[in-house]
């Protein structure tokens, strides 16, 4: 496979995006949602081979602004090298400022959808639940390096199904929020508990971060599993050290230590596979019985891994049967010179050895956080860098032909899926004066059948008829209002490829 420095450096696909200013332009809204932003064309920026993580969440972050709608997500940068054919779908992903926005964007990266709840949001993909795609995402209050919250499952009108809820008074964190095909989640939780900390370097009185990975039966929230992992690995295990950080680390509740850091669970049938990024090592362990099976790297990885197969600071390890796993090796952790990859390993259980697959890197990107791994048909794989904040996608030869920069100051992961969805919510509508011409604005969040727009106007609410039609352009679409004198009131009217009606927003009010 070659490297991306022999690569020829793709060529930009370039986008505007519009956001428009009632200070600059004047005007008033009249219909659902607020306005703000500024008319400016932002363009794409080159993607960059070499991106070091923020220094910070306070950094400035481009945001995509709308007047038939309050939804804001970060600007994002698609890139695309020359014939490049990219997985069908969308990307999922969560671009983060100061939260982290659930969105789903298109392959120009124009949303598509964007979390409405106005909290952090994470881990947004599509699974499978009773038999039907579901959206789903982990939603809470994100805290120093995990969170505290709770797994949302929506249908493909983005009606809530289900919310999970971590058990034995536990709440779930964002690292995980996994469905099998048994109808149960798995998830990770961070409770606090007393530890002797002081072969770490802390307390011997102290507390940390327990570290639990749960499965729930979704239906009814009963805990299927419990798996305490201080139970079966040692704090002695962790590759973290208390000196190196905050003097109080440690000592109270509010500083607990995390030694081990369990940031994903796959599920394998009778066993799970568990990644903890503080051991640098990756575990089996008995669904049934939590019994530990193996580990594999770490100080006391039972497998012999090639040199080209080691990983540190990992993330998203996730099995493909036959021996294949695949992992988002962070390399490195805040402040090192590391490069990061996504990595696919061959383990041989019999001979207890792990070598390398495929190696995923992008010029010199460094994620020394977050990030994940996503092997896609047709030998294709999605690759988020997580910290560093972009995400690039890999053809079947390993090249790279299709990306996003820009995201936010960052995403804890990134997908590509295919994803139908028609929201039981009604179009957004709302009106402003753009250079003295009143304008119609319209979007439909969430919605992936819509092709164009149609615009009906009247004297009167009961009595509107068509008056212009456009192509659907991006999240939101905006319509010269014709005759705008004599349009008292207006609708708009979603259609798909066809020109079917799917939806028409609620009627409103020319001012």
Not at 466 to 473: H, I, K, L, S, Y
Not at 477 to 497: F, H, K
Request: charged content about 20%; glycine content about 10%; overall charge negative.
């Amino acid at each position: 496979m070659s490297s991306p420095e022999d690569q020829e450096k793709p060529k930009i696909r370039r986008r505007g995006f519009v956001t428009v200013s009632l200070a600059a332009l004047g005007g008033a809204i009249v219909g659902a949602g607020a306005t703000w932003g500024g008319v400016q064309l932002v363009p794409a920026p080159a993607p960059k081979e070499t991106t070091k993580p923020k220094k910070s969440d306070d950094d400035h972050v481009e945001f995509n602004r709308f007047v038939s709608t309050a939804l804001t997500v970060p600007v994002v940068t698609a890139w695309a090298a020359d014939g490049a054919t990219p997985a069908p779908g969308y990307v999922f992903l969560s671009p983060r400022d100061q939260i982290f926005t659930a969105a789903i964007l298109d392959n120009d990266g124009e949303p598509v959808w964007i979390s409405p709840n106005g909290i952090d949001s994470t881990d947004v993909r599509v699974q499978t639940y009773e038999g039907k795609p579901v959206l789903t995402y982990w939603a809470g209050r994100v805290a120093s390096g995990n969170g505290h919250g709770t797994g949302t499952i929506l249908d493909s009108n983005y009606r809530e199904i289900a919310t999970v809820h971590g058990g034995s008074g536990a709440l779930p964190d964002l690292h995980e929020f996994h469905l099998t095909d048994r109808n149960t989640a798995l998830i990770t939780t961070y409770p606090v508990a007393r530890l002797d900390l002081s072969s770490v370097g802390g307390p011997q009185d102290g507390y940390a971060f327990a570290c639990r990975v749960q499965e729930i039966d979704v239906a009814t929230g009963a805990v299927l599993l419990d798996w305490n992992i201080l139970d079966d690995i040692a704090i002695t295990e962790s590759l973290k050290r208390i000196d190196g950080d905050d003097d109080e680390t440690g000592s109270s509740p509010e500083n607990a230590f995390d030694p081990i850091h369990v940031n994903s669970i796959d599920d394998d049938g009778d066993r799970l596979i568990i990644s903890c990024r503080h051991t640098c090592a990756i575990y089996a362990i008995d669904r049934t019985t939590a019994q530990l099976h193996w580990r594999l790297g770490g100080k006391k990885s039972d497998f012999e891994i090639e040199k080209d197969a080691e990983f540190s600071w990992q993330h998203d390890a996730r099995w493909h049967g036959d021996g294949h796993l695949s992992l988002f090796d962070n390399a490195g952790v805040s402040g090192d010179d590391a490069v990061s990859a996504g990595l696919v390993l061959n383990l041989d259980e019999d001979a207890m050895s792990a070598t390398l697959d495929t190696a995923y890197r992008y010029g010199k990107y460094e994620g020394y956080a977050m990030g994940n791994t996503q092997l896609l048909e047709g030998g294709r794989a999605m690759v988020g860098w997580g910290s560093a904040p972009s995400a690039t996608e890999f053809d079947a030869e390993g090249n790279a032909d299709f990306g996003f920069t820009t995201i936010g100051s960052g995403s804890y992961r990134t997908y590509r899926f295919e994803w139908d969805a028609t929201p039981a919510t009604v179009p957004d509508l709302a009106t402003l004066s753009v250079k003295g011409e009143p304008t119609a604005f319209m979007s439909w969040n969430g919605a992936t059948r819509v092709a164009s727009w149609a615009l009906l106007t009247g004297a009167d609410a009961t009595s509107l008829a068509e008056v212009a039609t456009a192509q659907r352009a991006g999240f939101e679409t905006a319509i010269t209002i014709p005759n705008a004198d004599s349009a008292a009131y207006l609708q708009v009217e979603a259609r798909d490829s066809q020109g079917a009606a799917l939806a028409t927003s609620r009627v409103v009010a020319m001012s």
